[in-house]
């Protein structure tokens, strides 16, 4: 186990490539797991200059839903983007994800978030813009 300093960097010594794996995570990071092997023999890479790029979390809960069924989240580009509600010391990952009595728990999105779409059915009733991510909570109010 290693902790990255303030600029996010780290190092070790003497890593071997064969069967090991590299973990990334944290309480507003994207889990990220990948084995070094494949690194090494897929794209070349110099274990001595890694870089690894891991997409931020942000957290909003939807409140005062009404009879809005559903809620997914999209990007700039309008690919839906992975919704994280953690729970314990577990994480469910969901394309969407059903209100309860008008309200979701607290769930996570990445950053690249621009806003959220609510659905009665099939059907989207409602587009909400959700940035400025980070820090605290971002409770919605349709």
């Not at 009595?101 to 989207?124: A, I, W």
Request: aromatic share 6%; no cysteine; proline share 6%.
């Amino acid at each position: 186990s290693q902790f990255t300093g303030d600029e996010g960097t780290f190092a070790f010594d003497s890593v071997p490539e064969a069967h090991t794996w590299l973990r990334v995570q944290g309480p507003d990071l994207m889990p990220f797991m990948a084995p070094l092997a494949e690194w090494v023999a897929r794209d070349g890479v110099d274990l001595s200059d890694l870089e690894v790029e891991v997409t931020a979390l942000g957290r909003f809960q939807l409140v005062d839903g009404g009879d809005i069924e559903r809620v997914d989240a999209v990007d700039a580009e309008g690919e839906v983007l992975p919704l994280h509600q953690v729970e314990g010391g577990r994480r469910d990952i969901v394309a969407s994800f059903e209100l309860e009595d008008g309200r979701t728990p607290v769930l996570q999105v990445p950053t690249t978030v621009v806003s959220l779409r609510l659905y009665r059915g099939e059907e989207v009733v409602a587009t909400i813009p959700l940035t400025a991510l980070g820090g605290g909570v971002i409770v919605v109010r349709p």
